[in-house]
DNA sequence: GATAAAGTGGAAAGCGCTTTCCCATCTGTG
DNA sequence: CACAGATGGGAAAGCGCTTTCCACTTTATC
């Protein structure tokens, strides 16, 4: 229905071949006077170039797929966002694929095999697999992105892979998680509890081990694990659990030192702040709280919540340049640094930048 | 270099069409024991269907564009999320832009325009605009769309729009600013501020313009309506104008009803109470702020803001729904619900489920 | 048992582009 | 002024699929 190329030629009275040239960047490019009568009739007749069509004549599509977990959770959509830009300066389109809701079918299997097929289907140029699942637990996802790659697909992942040849960013998640373990044990902190997030995810299972590390290097070790979703829901209900199961109370025995709740993500540590509030405990003189990532809306938080800060958008931005440059060098580190807030660590209010 | 149906049909020893017809949905369906052998070379070679290809020759491409300005902003996110629900549901793939970053080649102009194009290049089944851009401001994006909707792609967008044959979700912006700013009227508050967000967003001058009624209804008019994006250090900077322009400091005069800000959306609204906090000042008890949106990290926030509760996510499905039913009904409504809480309004700490 | 009605596989014509050749025209040189 | 070398436009062959016809079996009908 839309105008096609070939109308725009015989409007301009010149070749399918002239126009294309014209139009769309050929090494090749014809004559001032005839290029300017071909933009012109494109002009008028309002052609939009088929980018299917050009995808199949020039075998690239000029896409790139992004999976992430949940983009509603501000980690992803940070993510997301660092993608997008790099994508843009490429001019690049991003497919989104979310692997959080059930597939159409009910089997809620393995939604990233679904969406990296999907991507493979539309031939994107490059994938990105933002979510920290362990690739070794799905063969057949390993098969199609090792078939991918080899057939010249180029596949990022967050953090380690199985995939050979997969480019990874890899994130300090096990060393941040434990330079903050440590900055919290030089303030005095000794009693901990970790709310350790999903098994499945391995920047869950890093980070914890991170904690558990700095802990180990001070011989101590954590009261309590709970595990549970990356959600605040899922960081209410497991300190709700710690609670009771370390009987902490309002009256707290003041000689001992407060318990320090270790989340695995700040949106848990969100979580087990409301679930401390909700028990009548004070933060953080009863009870203290650490997150990591330092997403942006929590920045505003108060008590202003300790944490471990990621560069989430650089994170999307490295891993897009990974995806979008056929020579970029395989790797990528991202570090992040320690923010001591009120909620743990820190006793006194320290404003830090907006 | 992926393997293509050709060579799955020579595998097969059948023809083309066949491999077509059975790898494919098609009315036809081959004999069982071809289908068989089809699907197993299929399986054996790895085939993936281009979808490249299918869409030239289906003229469909089974893709949606969603448009939206900061996909890092908890509230496109979150319409981002339910976007994708829906679309998983109807085995579509989305295609995601976002506006808030300006263009490769630096032209700041109408990213929308860029990324409607983009989309209508990719030829896209339906766009989603989630941007509350006015787009009577840009001719040349209503002429882009007007044209696609003629040539049988569908165009939703989020709020009133001067595009014919757009499908519209409407949000009760307006009304939902009038009953909050109501709802704080009858909770005896007379003194209001209102943060108005960027000019150019439709979203926010609704807000505004129900807040506004609201107060007018009350034969009152805002202290002070002070402008800035739609940012937490938006917030922040509008607030502390608002502060130091009504001349609030920490020794309020008891007999005065206290401030109240009214921002024109969570985000904000959050900036708005860092700016509280940072002057020494208590919330509620010195000034009070309310938002809109109520975005789901915000619900732990401390102390609970009052707010303008809207089903985001739904909102993404139904936006995706007239996006995908090409014969839905063209015009969606949806509107929220008042949530009161410390921030304002609400002298006393009440639980609102987690 | 002849004939109409179904059913089934295959050939081939696109879908809208890009790009390789090829040919015609133009420029500069001996 | 004839010829090699550029230069520039066009014809046509794909890219990987879908789908319409067509030809050919089968099956059903009287």
Redesign the pocket.
């Known amino acids: 229905?839309?105008?096609?190329?070939?109308?725009?030629?015989r409007h301009a009275?010149?070749?399918?071949?002239?126009?294309?040239?014209v139009?769309?960047?050929?090494?090749?490019?014809?004559?001032p006077?005839?290029?300017e009568r071909v933009r012109a009739s494109a002009e008028e007749l309002g052609?939009?170039?088929?980018a299917?069509?050009?995808?199949?004549?020039?075998?690239t599509t000029g896409l790139v797929g992004l999976v992430v977990h949940d983009i509603a959770d501000p980690y992803f959509s940070a993510i997301a966002h660092g993608v997008q830009e790099m994508a843009l300066q490429s001019r690049r389109q991003v497919l989104l694929a979310g692997t959080d809701l059930g597939g159409e079918d009910g089997t809620p299997r393995s939604a990233e095999l679904a969406a990296v097929k999907a991507f493979i289907s539309y031939r994107t140029d490059a994938i990105i697999l933002a979510t920290s699942r362990f690739l070794e637990e799905d063969p057949l996802l390993a098969k199609s992105l090792e078939r991918y790659i080899k057939n010249g697909g180029r596949v990022v992942t967050l953090g380690t892979t199985s995939i050979p040849d997969a480019r990874v960013v890899t994130i300090g998640n096990f060393d941040g998680a434990r330079e903050l373990a440590a900055a919290l044990l030089a303030r005095g902190l000794t009693r901990f509890a970790i709310l350790s997030g999903p098994h499945e995810r391995n920047t869950a299972r890093s980070r914890v081990a991170g904690f558990m590390s700095a802990l180990a290097a001070s011989s101590l070790e954590p009261l309590a694990v709970v595990p549970g979703p990356f959600t605040s829901r899922g960081g209410f209900d497991a300190t709700i659990e710690c609670l009771d199961t370390l009987k902490i109370t309002s009256g707290q025995d003041e000689a001992e030192s407060p318990l320090c709740i270790l989340a695995a993500n700040d949106v848990m540590a969100l979580g087990a702040m409301t679930a401390i509030r909700s028990r009548g405990l004070r933060i953080p003189d009863d009870v203290q709280v650490a997150g990591f990532d330092d997403i942006p809306t929590l920045r505003d938080h108060s008590p202003g919540l300790s944490t471990y800060r990621l560069p989430l958008e650089e994170i999307g931005r490295l891993a897009a340049g990974l995806a979008l440059d056929p020579d970029a060098q395989p790797l990528a580190t991202v570090t992040g640094t320690v923010m001591l807030r009120e909620s743990a660590g820190q006793p006194t209010f320290v404003a830090d930048g907006a």
Request: zero cysteines; charged letters at 10%.
């Open positions: 229905m839309p105008v096609n190329l070939t109308e725009v030629a009275g010149v070749s399918l071949a002239t126009a294309s040239r139009l769309n960047g050929s090494a090749r490019s014809p004559a006077d005839i290029s052609y939009v170039a088929n299917q069509a050009q995808a199949l004549a020039r075998s």
